[in-house]
């Protein structure tokens, strides 16, 4: 059966950082790419970026993340991770990996974030 499922999450202080971990279940991460998303209270959800199946290659579609977030990933250890940096209240959302790149086919639950002073 395959999982996603993320980690990390929490309350941090504005210009903190915080590193989100998605572990991936019931299938060969290293044959696929992967996603971060956020949705805001009341707002849509938004593409972060994504991450190729090698990690070679990453992809920031919102350009409020570009420079302070970073997608990474671990196939050995069947783990994606997205580092925070610098972070702002209007960061606060829950955040999500997803298979994929660009178009995604199993979703996590997701990983409250909460930058708040």
């Known amino acids: 059966q395959l999982q996603l499922a993320e980690s990390g999450g929490g309350l941090v202080q504005p210009g903190g950082s915080l590193r989100l971990s998605c572990a991936a279940s019931?299938?060969?991460?290293?044959?696929?790419?992967m996603g971060w998303f956020r949705q805001a209270p009341g707002k849509q959800r938004e593409a972060i970026g994504c991450?190729?199946?090698?990690?070679?290659?990453?992809?920031y579609e919102a350009s409020s993340a570009e420079g302070r977030f970073t997608i990474s990933r671990d196939n050995a250890k069947n783990m994606v991770y997205l580092q925070m940096d610098s972070l702002k209240p209007e960061d606060t959302a829950l955040y999500f990996c997803?298979?994929?790149?660009?178009?995604?086919?199993?979703w996590g639950q997701g990983t409250q974030v909460t930058v708040s002073s």
């Open positions: 019931g299938f060969t991460l290293a044959d696929s790419a």
């Open positions: 991450i190729s199946n090698s990690g070679i290659t990453t992809d």
């Open positions: 997803a298979r994929g790149w660009r178009t995604y086919d199993y």
